[in-house]
């Protein structure tokens, strides 16, 4: 077997995409079809102290395997390449494919640490020498080199927030700085797709919700809970302004332990300052239904209505003094 050729096989598939999934799915596949006498070649991948899984090429495998057992195990543990010329002699060998004879698993690096193995199996015995070792070893530095093992970061997230109106309560959100878009919908009740009508109508247990969807490199979820509290009454129970009903009350949709405790923490804060409990629901996200196309920006739609709904509700003087106590000038 010629290394070079291998070699520069994986080069090209690292340049083409680093992200370890197709990287180490290609790798496993040319492995797989161009070495003869293999009946699986893949991957396994450190997690939460134990080896998982990876992309591979061969029958289904095993998908955990504790540090230390089989020959997966072993080779991470010690740090080191294991040959198992046959695999019935190796104690503790984890028989994935009975076909198997022999195999070799090699550890792969990245900070220092071993982060993954290479693991190829051949049904025939005493399949891997030195002259496999040297090309798969030479394969592993490669990946080794190039491989970004990160998951990528969603780019943007989604907050839901319960405040009465959603017609109203789109603008407030719509131009903060780091939000994308804000969709009408709703959310809180066991009923798939309600309509508009089903919803004010009390036929339904959802609330009318809104979906920021935000960069997080430019805002926060913190950021944005403190903008929806500015702009709501925390303390009304029973709905929102002359938006009367349960539909209208108060929510923030959790989708992160982490999101429900800085909405906890949040309100505990207001009700410290406040002296009165925030009857605002706290509650794990489980669906939002997009509301019909006539909600979506209703106050760009239909300036005039959303002016006269703003200031029947008695919501324009609320955000006129929330601005006037952030600096902002309420008048522009
Ligand atoms: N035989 C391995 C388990 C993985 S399979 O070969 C795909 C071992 O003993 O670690």
């Known amino acids: ?157 989604n907050a839901y927030f319960a405040g009465g109106c959603f017609w109203c309560i789109t603008p407030v959100f719509a131009e903060l700085p780091g939000v994308s878009r804000v969709l009408s919908g709703y959310s809180g009740g066991r009923e798939v797709r309600p309509s508009y009508e089903d919803v004010k109508g009390r036929r339904t247990h959802h609330r009318e919700t809104v979906r920021i969807t935000y960069d997080p490199n430019e805002t926060s979820f913190e950021q944005l809970l403190d903008v929806f509290l500015q702009n709501v009454d925390p303390f009304d129970a029973e709905g929102q302004f002359i938006d009367r009903g349960a539909s209208y009350t108060l929510a ?29 629901s706290v509650e794990p996200f489980a669906a939002f239904y997009e509301a019909e196309e006539e909600h979506q920006d209703y106050y760009l739609k239909n300036p005039e209505a959303f002016a006269a709904e703003m200031d029947a509700s008695g919501r324009n003087a609320r955000f006129n003094a929330a601005r006037r106590t952030s600096g902002e000038d309420p008048e522009t």
Not at 56 to 61: K, L, S, V
């Open 252 to 280: 923030v949709y959790y989708t992160s332990p982490a999101e429900k405790r800085a909405a906890e923490r949040r309100l505990a804060a207001l009700e410290l300052s406040s002296g009165s409990a925030p009857a605002v």
């Open 1 to 157: 077997m010629d290394h070079s050729i291998l070699t520069a096989q994986v080069l090209g598939f690292a340049e083409a995409e680093p992200w370890y999934v197709p990287l180490f799915a290609n790798v496993s596949a040319l492995l797989y079809e161009t070495m003869p006498d293999l009946n699986w070649a893949g991957f396994y991948l450190l997690r939460d102290g134990r080896l998982v899984l990876g992309p591979f090429h061969g029958r289904p495998a095993c998908i955990h395997i504790q540090m230390g057992k089989g020959v997966c195990g072993t080779a991470a543990a010690e740090d080191r390449t294991v040959i198992v010329p046959d695999v019935h002699r190796f104690p503790g060998h984890i028989a994935c494919d009975s076909a198997s004879m022999s195999e070799i698993v090699i550890p792969i690096h990245a900070g220092g640490a071993v982060v993954a193995v290479l693991d190829v199996d051949s049904p025939v015995a005493d399949r891997f020498g030195k002259e496999e070792r040297l090309s798969l070893e030479a394969v592993v530095r490669v990946l080794e080199e190039k491989t970004v093992f990160t998951n990528p970061e969603p780019v943007c997230r």
